[in-house]
């Protein structure tokens, strides 16, 4: 009885090797090959960076002014709040080159000993920005008998920092060049082929710059002094790496 079950599934078995052992066959030299692919690296191949950077005068001004006011309900603090922003607002918008918007509003209850609200206090900004920086300081002069000067930023335009980009980009990529030809023969070859390569840009833009505070500065102030305003610079950096093929 076992001989013959044995003998009805040798005819399976037999087609099961078969249809197994040119699989095997044909995975075994894929699995060779990208063994050997992994083993191989090509020579001659050399990794390099290049950088170039530049200090650029930062050509925008940003100037924060604020107005904080106390009072008995938030009614009465809000409209005071909106009506020295409104002012102001209005009295930039007949000033050339100077742009005025909304900045931060904010009012908060003021508690006493009990945890009772005693008070309620309120903070408002307008917003003040230019190229023109004389324009932006004598805007900002007439307006701070009524409004106070919380900080003063110099930034970079987009358009100076883009136009700064361009020029360093092509002496990153001529140092670039240089450095792989300059390699490329110490070690012994002709020339070179650029096998991958990429560029990079960035800036620092320094942190806002404090002029005064609510306390430093007089609120009834009657005489509109200008601001005094000077930029500083922003670094622009231009990154290139990658790798050459040496020949």
Known sequence: MKSNKAAALAPVLAAALAVAAPLALTLTPRAALAQSDARFQPAGVLSLSAQASAEVAQDVVTITLFFEQE?????????????????????????SGVTARSGQFAIFPSTDRDGRISAWRGRTEVVLESHDFAAAAKLAGDISPGMQVANVQFSLSPEAQR???????????????EQAMSAARAFGYSGYTIRDVNVGHGFNQPRPVMMMSARAMSSDAKVAQPIPLEGGTSTVTVNVSGSVQMK
């Open 71 to 95: 009072a008995n309900d938030p009614t009465s603090l809000t409209a005071t709040l909106n009506q020295r922003a409104d002012a102001a607002l209005q009295k930039a918008r007949g000033v």
């Open 163 to 177: 136009a700064a980009e361009q020029k360093l980009s092509g002496q990153a990529i001529a140092s670039f060049r």
